[in-house]
Structures are given as structure tokens and as C-alpha cells.
């Protein structure tokens, strides 16, 4: 068995040969909702228990509604089943973990990670969280700790504070430092952070039962998140060129303007990989004719074939916005569509409505709206994007960019961003916090609209540069919004905005024009994008480490420093990887940026000089800066700019080797295409740094091969010094020595 089948294996695996215990009935559980129930508790890991609490119907156990989120929606045998308890109190073992159950009220508590107790007439639960902050949750909401907030959960752009949170992606997993965490499957409901104890409720009072929930008991971050992803599922891997810098357009004035757009961005030197096109309705002149259509604009698009096959010539993929029109989504594409029964509502239906353009040289898709979908629709979608492409493809990794989903939505490798925001200093600084908690949902693949999708007053060529700097360091690289040019890397240097889209939104506004000679925002942008593409194997090495691990790109602090309080609650920075700190500026006019480098030493990745951690610093910057550190340890690969992630250059890999402390790292490679990498198609490099001895080791990563060319030139970076040794590796171990 693959090393890839063999891991899925482990994680959709449960604890098996436990056994039931079914309990005396001379205490009844109490009734809850006027229902009377039945308690399950089953062992699920080492560090995971299931709670289910089930209506009777006929005396007997109602199932658990199932809505796609879990990977195994059964999870073994469970170890007791309970209609009444033989004491006050009853005790039972699941796995390594106790679980006690009581009576008046129904209360249940899961070792020392978690108490639910509920509500007679309501069955609504109320349960401890500590005083540590409270993460997670999805996209959006209110930000960076969960605490003393009340959370609807309302899935869509009309969820939470749009503007400046984006559009709400409810995730009911609940990361509590310190305690554990817990994924709260079903039901669907809000949550209350405001008391002495949290309360969760169900939407109404009918759907309150079936109750089930995942308590994670481990104080282990990387334990709670692979616990998330054994439940839910692990992330699938991308193609590499989604992970290149995204340019988004909306209104199109002409074949012209496409191609020579594209052209300007090579003659430039702006790396670039793709090129994604609004649809018409929602800009004047798009891709199609109306929102929903399969049909080109011929005014624009006169021969789509001919166009996508230039772009492809010039290196770029092609992505096409499509928006939803239908309010529901059912099935799976597996499911045939039959003539005479078509109805777009069924998956394979749907997605058979793309397939004649998608055969045209279409790259990806940009599945707009969706925001009436239930939670079980929507996740339908996330699936039939990833696995509609592979009817046409079978061997090719699909791309699909999202405004919604649900829990499990990475195994569909979908990519999420945050919505119609708007362009104001208040959202970039939000988004921030925004990105961390939602890595921390499983959502691993996000990003949002450089510079805000609605302009504002505040929206000029400092904000952009800001908010492209944050967009360097999301997974998703991508500038999009109306008045769409200045999204453009030299749209700020043209002296016009044209052609405006601020129509019909309150608050929208277009630039001061003496903001439209700014010659400082294209050299910059640059910069970032090219720093973006020699950082590409180190990203594609952490992508990679979270489709094995759970683990997310964008990290927050807590997931490697769990034990300081002050990197806990820290949401305006974040690990990019294990060994890079970011720290936006998202401050206008700011000289300085105040951030937190948590214990042990930390080099400034521009300037290389070495700081001790655990304390807070302020960081000079003028506009071109965004802090950027390396702890020690750190080992960080870069490659040759690339004007797109496939052109082939030949420049020798570089590692930048930062001291202080023992380091390794998996430096991952494969075709950045189809899926040979699950047969072992994939090419590892394990490095590690013995800073005692100043020695780089290399060697060939377990299960993996190879690939060609078959000799690399490797050169080590000793930081801060910057000296160099260069070796060929060829498969066989290596030594390089300081």
C-alpha cells in the first residue's frame, strides 16, 4: 500500500474490540426536549471521544443526520450505550480516556478536556472553556479570540460584518489552549462566549437531537489538528501554479486588451501564473453573456480556444468565474445525468453544464455565490469542483476557488476567500486574525481580494502595497475588486482608474487622481511576487506537510509556542510554515510595526540580524517593508525567480541555513500536476542542521525517488554571513560542513 493510502487508512480508522455496556435502567436519563434519549459514547483515538446523544423513536435510537463533513460517518462499536445509569454518577472507559455521566441535569464530562451539560427543556449545552482564548470556528466572525463574543454561526456574506470580516464560513470546531478541542458535528447552531460558561444552541429547539460531538482531550496542538483531520478529512494537494500570483479582471473591453495585458505582465517581468475572468451581470463585459451562461461574449472572447491557447503559449493558466444560480445541490457527479431527467440542482447535472468549455483549455474555476446553500449543499459543491474536472482530466489536479463551504471541504482541495470586503485599513488589519483562525478550521488553501474588493476613501496605492504584502504570504496569491485596473501591479501609475465600479455600493469611492502617479507601488509589487516565487519550494514543502499532517500554512503562534501565554493570544502575526514569522503592517502611514518573536532566537530576514525571543520588539519599516523572521534552526530552501511556476530555469537551489539551534526540514517536489505523487512520484530531501558541528546533512527522503534531472546542484546559505558551499545530490547522502 502507498504511503498516501496508508495514511488515509490510519486517519478514517476508529478503536476497535471495545465493549458495550449497556447500563441498568433503574435510573432513566432524564428526558430532553420532552424526548426521552439515549447516551453513546464511543472511543474514537487515543485522544478523541464521541458524545452522542439520540431521540428515541419506537424505542429506538434516531441516526445521527449526516451532512458529508465526516470522512467515516460511523466510527466503530460504541463502548457504552446508555438509557439509564446505575448511580448518580456512572463511569465509563473509552480508550485511555474516562467518561462520567449524571443525571439532573444530563451532564457529561470527557476526562479533564470537556463538561456538556443540557438544558431539560431545550436540550441546549452548556460547557466550560477556561480563560485561555478561544479559536477557530471559520471564516470570519468575531476576531482573534472567540471569547465574550455571541456567534450565530450564519453561513455567507451576510453572516458577519462583511466589510471588514469578510463573509462567514461557520466551522463548529472549537480549539481551547490548555484544554483540548472539540468538533460539535450536529447539530448546526450558534454559540454564546459571553458567560462564566459557553452555550451552544441549535438553530430551534426540534433540531436539537440528535446531539453529537468529537472532544479532542489532548493539550497537544499538532494532536488536536490531526485529530480534526482524522475526523473530517486531510487536505488534498493543489496544482503548484494555484499556489503563483492570481490576477482577477472584471470588466473587458476587447480581445486586445486580454492578450496584450498578459504580454505586458512577461515584458514587465512580473511573475504572474494566471489570469481568472469575471462573468458578465456581475461586470458590464465579461467572459460570457449572462450570469450563469456557458455562452461567450463574442465581443470579447471571439474565438475562446484560440485566446486560451495564446495565454497557455505565454505560461499562464486560464480561470473562469461561474456564478450559482440554483438553491440547492444534491448527489455527486458520479451520479449520471439522463436526458430527459436534467435538473441543475443534481451534481452531475451541474457539472455536465461545463464540460464544453472546460474542454476548451480551461484551467480552473471561480464558483461564485451560494450563500442560501445549507451546510450539506455547500460541501456538495466543494466536492463536484474537485471531482467534476477529473470526469475530462483524470490524471490532472483541478483548481477551484470558493465563497463557501464546511467542514471537510479540504479533502476537495478548495480553495476559500473572504468575500466582497472593502478597501479600508479596518479590513486588512481584521483579515489578519482572520487568515490565522481559519487555518486553524482545516481550511488550509485561503487568501482574499488584494486591496478590498469595494473601494473606499481610504483605498490608495500605500493600502494596496500593504495588502499586497499580506497576500505574498496567504496560500492564495490573488488581487481582485472593482475598478479592477488599480488591482493591476502598475494600475497605480497610469493616471486613471477607468473604468469605474463603485456603483450601488454605499460607501464605495474611487481614488484621489494624484494618488494614480504613484511610481512606487510597481517596483515593490514586484519584489513581493518575486520573492513569492523563489520561496515556492518552501511553501510547496508546507503544503505538502499539511496534506500529511493537518497542520495548516498560515500558523498561529499557539501551535508551536502552546506553552506562552503571550504567543497564545497573539492574532495580528503568524507562522508562514514551521520556520518563517510574518508580521503585516496594517497601520496607514506606519514607520513601525510592534510585534511578538516568541522564545529562542530569531533572525530579520532582510537585514539578518540575530534577536533574542520571548519579548516584544518594534520593527522599523518604510513602505516597501513587511517584517519578515527566521527562527534558529530555521532552513529555509529558495529557487530562481520564475515568471510562472513552470518555466524552466537552470540556477541551483538554494538553503539558507539560519544558526543557533538544531534544525531539519523535508524540502518536497513532484510534477506540481497529477496525482503520480500518490504512487510515489514525489521526489524528498530531508535536511538537517547539527549546530553543533555546523553540519547540513542531506539526504534522500524515505518512499520517494529521484526525479530528473537526476543530479541537483544544492548550494547552502550560512546566515548571517551569507557563505556559500555548493554540492551535487544525486540521491545519496551529503555532508556540507561549516
Known amino acids: 500500500m502507498d504511503d498516501h493510502l496508508a495514511r488515509r487508512t490510519v486517519l478514517k480508522g476508529a478503536v476497535a474490540g471495545s465493549a458495550m455496556l449497556q447500563a441498568s435502567l433503574a435510573q432513566s436519563l432524564p428526558r430532553l426536549a420532552g424526548r426521552e434519549i439515549e447516551v453513546q459514547i464511543t472511543a474514537i483515538s487515543d485522544h478523541t471521544v464521541r458524545v452522542t446523544v439520540l431521540p428515541l423513536e419506537n424505542g429506538q435510537p434516531a441516526p445521527v443526520p449526516l451532512d458529508g463533513s465526516l470522512v467515516k460517518s460511523a466510527s466503530g462499536t460504541p463502548v457504552a450505550r446508555l438509557r439509564g445509569i446505575e448511580s448518580p454518577t456512572q463511569t465509563v472507559r473509552a480508550g485511555r480516556i474516562d467518561v462520567t455521566i449524571s443525571g439532573s441535569p444530563l451532564t457529561i464530562a470527557v476526562g479533564k478536556a470537556q463538561q456538556f451539560k443540557f438544558d431539560p427543556q431545550t436540550a441546549a449545552v452548556s460547557f466550560p472553556t477556561g480563560e485561555q482564548p478561544l479559536l477557530a470556528l471559520g471564516q470570519g466572525g468575531p476576531q482573534f479570540d472567540r471569547r465574550g463574543s455571541q456567534d450565530r454561526m450564519r453561513s455567507g456574506q451576510g453572516g458577519y460584518n462583511l466589510r471588514t470580516h469578510g463573509g462567514r464560513v461557520p466551522i463548529q470546531w472549537l480549539i481551547m489552549p490548555g484544554r483540548g478541542a472539540m468538533f460539535l458535528h450536529q447539530p448546526l447552531g450558534s454559540f454564546d462566549f459571553t458567560g462564566a460558561e459557553s452555550r451552544f444552541q441549535s438553530f430551534t429547539t426540534e433540531a436539537a437531537l440528535p446531539f453529537d460531538a468529537f472532544v479532542v482531550a489532548s493539550t497537544d496542538p499538532a494532536a488536536m489538528m490531526a485529530e480534526y483531520a482524522r475526523l473530517t478529512g486531510l487536505p488534498e494537494m493543489p496544482p503548484l501554479w494555484s499556489l503563483g500570483y492570481q490576477q482577477s479582471h472584471r470588466t473587458l473591453a476587447s480581445r486586445k486588451e486580454i ?38 461574449n463574442r465581443r470579447v472572447f471571439d474565438d475562446p480556444k484560440a485566446i486560451f491557447d495564446e495565454l497557455h503559449q505565454l505560461g499562464f493558466k486560464v480561470v473562469l468565474h461561474h456564478a450559482l444560480l440554483a438553491r440547492d445541490l444534491r448527489g455527486t457527479v458520479k451520479d449520471p445525468c439522463l436526458p430527459g431527467k436534467w435538473d441543475e440542482e443534481e451534481a452531475g447535472c451541474h457539472w455536465e453544464m461545463h464540460r464544453k468549455t472546460f474542454s476548451l483549455g480551461v484551467d480552473g474555476w471561480w464558483p461564485d455565490e451560494g450563500d442560501p446553500l445549507d451546510a450539506r449543499a455547500r460541501l456538495v459543491r466543494n466536492r463536484l469542483y474537485y471531482e467534476g474536472p477529473q470526469i475530462d482530466r483524470p490524471n490532472e489536479r483541478p483548481y477551484a476557488l470558493h465563497r463557501n463551504g464546511h467542514a471537510g471541504m479540504q479533502r476537495y482541495a478548495a480553495f476559500l476567500w473572504s468575500g466582497d470586503v472593502y478597501s479600508t485599513w ?27 474588493f469595494v473601494p473606499t476613501t481610504d483605498f490608495t496605492g500605500e493600502l494596496y502595497v500593504r495588502w499586497f504584502q499580506f497576500g505574498a504570504f496567504n496560500p492564495l496569491f490573488r488581487a481582485h475588486g472593482r475598478t479592477w485596473k488599480l488591482r493591476l501591479p502598475w494600475g497605480w501609475n497610469t493616471g486613471s482608474f477607468e473604468p469605474s465600479e463603485i456603483q450601488n455600493y454605499r460607501g464605495a469611492a474611487n481614488p484621489d487622481p494624484a494618488e494614480l502617479r504613484n511610481a512606487a507601488v510597481e517596483p515593490i509589487c514586484k519584489k513581493y511576487l518575486e520573492l513569492r516565487s523563489r520561496l515556492m519550494p518552501y511553501l510547496y514543502s508546507a503544503v505538502r506537510e499539511s496534506c500529511q499532517t493537518g497542520m495548516p500554512i498560515i500558523r498561529a503562534l499557539f501551535l508551536h509556542y502552546p506553552d506562552d501565554p503571550k504567543a497564545i493570544g497573539r492574532g495580528d502575526e503568524y507562522l508562514w510554515g514551521r520556520d518563517m514569522l510574518v508580521a503585516p503592517v496594517v497601520e496607514k502611514g506606519a514607520t513601525s510595526r510592534s510585534l511578538y518573536l516568541p522564545s529562542g532566537a530569531w533572525y530579520d530576514f532582510w537585514t539578518r540580524e540575530r534577536l533574542e525571543g520571548g519579548r516584544e520588539i518594534s520593527r522599523a519599516v518604510d513602505l516597501e517593508t513587511t517584517p519578515l523572521y527566521v527562527r534558529a534552526g530555521g532552513l529555509i530552501p529558495m529557487g530562481p525567480v520564475k515568471q510562472f511556476t513552470e518555466e524552466k530555469v537552470e540556477a541551483p537551489l538554494e538553503v539558507h541555513i539560519y544558526p543557533g539551534a538544531n534544525g531539519s526540514f523535508l524540502l518536497y517536489e513532484d510534477d506540481g500536476k497529477s496525482f503520480a505523487y500518490r504512487k510515489g512520484g514525489w521526489m524528498g530531501i530531508d535536511m538537517a542542521w547539527n549546530d553543533a558541528t555546523r553540519t547540513l546533512t542531506l539526504r534522500l527522503a524515505r518512499g520517494s525517488r529521484m526525479l530528473p534531472p537526476a543530479r541537483r546542484n544544492i548550494e547552502a546559505v550560512l546566515q548571517p554571513g551569507g557563505d556559500r558551499r555548493t554540492v551535487p545530490f544525486e540521491g545519496k547522502p551529503v555532508e556540507i560542513k561549516f
Open 259 to 296: 492578450v496584450d495585458e498578459a504580454k505586458l505582465f512577461r515584458e514587465k517581468k512580473l511573475p504572474c501564473d494566471t489570469l481568472i475572468y469575471l462573468g458578465t451581470d456581475f461586470s458590464p463585459s465579461g467572459w460570457n453573456t449572462h450570469n450563469g451562461s456557458f455562452s461567450f
Open 426 to 452: 479596518e479590513t486588512l488589519k481584521t483579515h489578519v486574525p482572520v487568515a490565522v483562525n481559519t487555518g486553524l478550521s482545516g481550511i488550509p488553501l485561503w487568501g482574499t481580494d488584494i486591496g478590498g
